[in-house]
């Protein structure tokens, strides 16, 4: 019973880094396709406020991910860090550039600069989702059993490859959600259309991957494709497309503010479906959540210590978010650094 709890715990968090997280990829990507210097200064310039108070915090859940699976899973954390050390060794590599890139952008005041910083940051936003989809699109392909050594097998084969462009999908749909509402906040009328249309796009290319994922997993995960398509998995399916369509009627009118809300509730019922459609496997069909689990005393503790950890972080990061979205952390901008 505490192996599941905490299993269920590190989907949580799981779900929270692709949402919270998610939203920070997904604006590096659409600062990726923004075009030249002229053309998307603006659009960077909403990026960069619209990031600057609160993407740090987002490696939070990661960290969290990272323990929980380290302490209570140890089983599962070899077989995944053996097996898919390559992509998740490139997915961090691709986080520490895209924080530099990031940091250094802003207070560089040379053009040439400040494109090598932008690129680095808007390349490793796309790279990082991709390939922390790919690994998980291997451990739910079935292909990193106990025992795997790390083959090219393991993550570039189909699922892993849709998952990843799920992942990259998911977080250019967040993206552009968030920042048509934060245009609105920041009295930018001109960029609400301008990230309405990118948001409208993320959804199509959500919408196009998850169909084409689900169908391909028929073949190539049979178990988790079972487990989306019957009893709890189906309707966690079924409540991400409505709440994916609620998103893109909300995000056209004067309630875009709303929108924030049914996309990050579409991204975590997609997590949520995986974790149903997976149990309970942590690696189909060869490693379930109770072989995987560490000793009976530090699973004890594990939970203990995680409950803690929402109980105290979890309404810190609330506050946080929501001093964000309400404005109240606007002020901090270019010309205040400068004086």
């Known amino acids: 019973m505490t192996a599941d709890l905490v299993a269920w715990i590190l989907l949580s968090v799981i779900a929270a880094y692709a949402c919270g997280g998610g939203v920070d990829y997904g604006a590096g990507f659409w600062d990726l396709l923004a075009g030249g210097a002229e ?23 990661l960290i969290f991910v990272l323990v929980l699976m380290w302490t209570g899973f140890p089983v599962f954390f070899q077989t995944v860090f053996t097996a898919l050390w390559l992509p998740l ?40 989702p991709f390939f922390l989809g790919a690994a998980a699109g291997g451990v739910a392909s079935g292909r990193v059993e106990p025992g795997t050594t790390a083959s090219a097998d393991a993550w570039a084969n189909t699922t892993s490859i849709l998952a990843g462009l799920l992942a ?61 398509t019957h009893g709890i998995g189906l309707l966690l399916v079924v ?33 949520a479906a995986w974790g149903f459609a997976q ?24 939970l203990f210590v995680a409950l803690i950890a929402i109980v105290l972080i979890g309404p810190a990061l609330v506050v946080l978010y929501r001093l964000d979205t309400h404005g109240v952390l606007e002020p901090l901008t270019d010309e205040d650094v400068g004086e």
């Open 168 to 228: 990259v999908a998911a977080t250019a749909f967040l993206g552009a959600v968030f920042l048509t509402s934060d245009a609105r906040r920041f009295d930018a009328p001109d960029l609400i259309g301008y990230f309405r249309v990118r948001a409208w796009i993320g959804i199509g290319a959500l919408v196009v991957v998850g169909a084409l994922g689900l169908a391909v997993t028929d073949e190539h995960a049979s178990y988790v494709h079972h487990g989306l």
């Open 279 to 302: 149990r309970p496997y942590l690696v189909p069909t060869s490693l379930t959540v109770r072989q995987a689990a560490g000793a009976s005393a530090s699973l004890r503790w594990m």
């Open 39 to 61: 053309r998307g200064k603006a659009p960077r310039r909403l990026i960069d406020h619209a990031m600057a108070p609160v993407w740090e915090v987002n490696n939070v859940w």
């Open 239 to 271: 409540f991400a497309a409505v709440a994916v369509a609620a998103t893109a009627w909300l995000v056209s009118g004067r309630h875009a503010g709303w929108a924030r809300y049914t996309s990050v509730a579409s991204v975590a019922s997609m997590v």
């Open 89 to 128: 060794a490139l997915a961090v590599v691709g986080m520490v550039l895209r924080g530099a890139g990031f940091a250094l952008r802003k207070p560089t005041r040379r053009l040439a600069e400040r494109r090598i910083y932008g690129a680095v940051f808007a390349v490793s936003s796309l790279l990082t």
